[in-house]
């Protein structure tokens, strides 16, 4: 007998990092796990028959967070997106929105230390709700819920 499966969404863990920040937490786990896995640490959610209802929940509450969340809480540019902090900055200006004034440290690979965080903070507010879509959209590296396949026993 073919065993039955089951779509599992889950949520990242987010743990306090320090100086505001959050983090998707990579390597501590606060549930039973094998002792060797040291991957992300996912939290269940709610479970659904089929793949398609499981993302369709998976994206609304997807969406939901970015109602609540500065992604820029998750860590610096380059941690959340594929994109150059540059390349960032002007897709922003693109969107008609002015981003943080890049501010230059030699010791930085990229140079760059602009506080998007207080940025965000500051200015989301008077943006449309496209807007806030679009800057999310950038961060293509931060995914805060998945879709498991899990075997039922």
Sequence with gaps: MAAQVAFLVVR???????YGLLSL?????FQPLEADDRGRVWVP???????????RERERRE??????????????V???????EEGVRERVR????????????????DGDLSDWA?????ESATWSDEQRADVWALLDKVRLFEVLEVELE
């Design 25 to 29: 937490s990579e390597d501590e786990h």
């Design 45 to 55: 959610e709610v479970v659904f028959p089929t793949r398609a209802a499981a993302e």
């Design 94 to 109: 693109e969107f008609g929105i002015t981003p943080p004034e890049p501010v230059r440290d030699p010791s930085r690979c």
């Design 78 to 84: 380059d941690y959340l997106s594929y994109c150059t």
């Design 12 to 18: 990242g863990s987010l743990t306090p990092y320090g």
């Design 63 to 76: 969406l939901a967070a970015h109602e609540l969340l500065n992604p820029f809480w998750l860590g610096p």
């Design 118 to 122: 207080t940025w965000w903070d500051a």
